[in-house]
């Protein structure tokens, strides 16, 4: 199958296919007598994993492992590489989403003290400068 049917079968993007093989990510199938790619099946299920681990959140560095040991490992060492690139993707959005808790608490804060504000009000009820800007506006 040329790369249109292979991104219609897998779900990704012509273009992301090409960005895959251009940065060795996927490996690049043989090229048929016309010099198109020639996708098998097993070129598609490859792509279908590394989209399903992109949507996952690892990162595309991380997707290429992942995909050697796929097709020349044991299912054991697939499992291993799972586990160690998983890991890391769950520390990450903890990270993330402890990040953006505490964004979404300040926002709220001045939300509410925005909110509060009365025409004639210069400064957000409940808000305090920093003193590091008091001192330099001090002066």
Known sequence: MNIQE???ASGLPSDTIRFYERRGVLPRPPRGPNSYRAYAEEHVATLRLAKGLRQLGVRLEDVRPILEVAHSGACIDVRGQLVRTLQTVVEEIDRKLSELTET???AAQLLAGLEMMRPEDE???GASACPCIEMVTAS
Do not use: E, L, N
């Open 6 to 8: 292979a991104a219609k």
């Open 104 to 106: 979404r608490i300040h």
């Open 123 to 125: 400064s957000v009820p």
